[in-house]
Nanobody, 120 residues
Framework: QVLLAESGGGLVQPGGSLRLSCVASGSIYSITTWGWYRQAPGKQRELVARINYDETTNYADSMKGRSAISRDKAKNTIYLQMNNLRPEDTAVYYC??????????????WGQGTQVTVSS
């Protein structure tokens, strides 16, 4: 079992910045893909950013130029730096990890989520 723990959410004014973190723990052999998703009230969960096994990254159009995803493989941790935040970025942000456990079993886990609120 792989557990993900997010942190770094909070209340920020429009134009402000936040850095989210997600740490994975458990029986992990390798995490190949990490992602950040978000879900606003009444909306579907959507991809914010993803970093793949080859270090390539993907971003939602709305977050391009305002966010950066990075990872520390040694710490099984990823980060999402978000700048110039807007009220429409308000949502619960979830971490997602996909890869393989110690037994070679495929794994796919979600974190519990961290609230990001952008408001003056």
């Amino acid at each position: 079992q792989v557990l993900l723990a997010e942190s770094g959410g909070g209340l920020v004014q429009p134009g402000g910045s936040l850095r989210l973190s997600c740490v994975a723990s458990g029986s992990i052999y390798s995490i190949t893909t990490w992602g950040w998703y978000r879900q606003a009230p009444g909306k579907q969960r959507e991809l914010v950013a993803r970093i793949n096994y080859d270090e390539t990254t993907n971003y939602a159009d709305s977050m391009k130029g305002r966010s950066a995803i990075s990872r520390d493989k040694a710490k099984n941790t990823i980060y999402l730096q978000m700048n110039n935040l807007r009220p429409e970025d308000t949502a619960v942000y979830y971490c997602r990890a996909e890869g393989y456990g110690d037994s070679g079993n495929p794994i796919g886990s979600w974190g519990q989520g961290t609230q990001v609120t952008v408001s003056s």
